[in-house]
T-cell receptor, first 114, second 114 residues
Framework: AQSVTQLGSHVSVSEGALVLLRCNYS??????LFWYVQYPNQGLQLLLK??????LVKGINGFEAEFKKSETSFHLTKPSAHMSDAAEYFC????????????FGKGTTLSVSS | KAGVTQTPRYLIKTRGQQVTLSCSPI?????VSWYQQTPGQGLQFLFE???????NKGNFPGRFSGRQFSNSRSEMNVSTLELGDSALYLC?????????????FGSGTQLSVL
């Protein structure tokens, strides 16, 4: 069975500071990993995904994540936070056999202060 | 290109009633999947439809059902509503429902059960 654990339900950073959102997964098959962002009263938007190939994945809005199989992690980072990054972030895992059946973590709310 | 459209945006029902939610995918997308989002359980996969057939199913009781029409529009039905069914229901579409495709989410239908 697959599962996702996001460490920290709330993360607060100052504008311009490094953003680090942690995600660990469990999967008995090669995982496909995703980060989504949700703004208030909106649906989810894909930030980035790892399927195969390069383990460092770059996404939209300056975010990137690195797939580390040995650590079963897929942490999301951004070098410099912007006020507009304040939102809820979800890490998700899937398998090739169930491409749209994503298993999501509980989410991390990112707050950015000026 | 229009995005994923979900109607209605808000819905209030009472226990024991049934409800139908609608989702119109992006034009050309044949896969439609549904998710339930609650503060306690987070985001959970309900089911996926592809070419009018249910292809994947999550772990929800039989009160939750869905269907897809020949134009790829999908409906989700919940019968005998319970208080715990109060949630944001999200629909997502993709061209073929493959894991390497991008999922596009609608803004959701907020269901309140009184």
């Amino acid at each position: 069975a697959q599962s996702v654990t996001q460490l920290g339900s709330h993360v607060s950073v100052s504008e311009g500071a490094l953003v680090l959102l942690r995600c660990n997964y469990s999967s008995s098959v090669p995982p496909y990993l995703f980060w989504y962002v949700q703004y208030p009263n909106q649906g989810l938007q894909l930030l980035l995904k790892y399927t195969t190939g390069a383990t460092l994945v770059k996404g939209i809005n300056g975010f990137e994540a690195e797939f580390k199989k040995s650590e079963t992690s897929f942490h999301l980072t951004k070098p410099s936070a912007h006020m507009s990054d304040a939102a809820e972030y979800f890490c998700a895992v899937s398998s090739n056999q169930a491409g749209t059946a994503l298993i999501f973590g509980k989410g991390t709310t990112l707050s950015v202060s000026s | 290109k229009a995005g994923v459209t979900q109607t209605p945006r808000y819905l209030i029902k009472t226990r024991g009633q049934q409800v139908t939610l609608s989702c119109s995918p992006i034009s050309g997308h044949r896969s439609v999947s549904w998710y339930q989002q609650t503060p306690g359980q987070g985001l959970q996969f309900l089911f996926e439809y592809f070419s009018e057939t249910q292809r994947n199913k999550g772990n929800f009781p039989g009160r939750f059902s869905g269907r897809q029409f020949s134009n790829s529009r999908s409906e989700m039905n919940v019968s005998t509503l319970e208080l715990g069914d109060s949630a944001l229901y999200l629909c997502a579409s993709s061209p073929q429902g493959q894991v390497n495709e991008k999922l596009f989410f609608g803004s959701g239908t907020q269901l309140s059960v009184l």
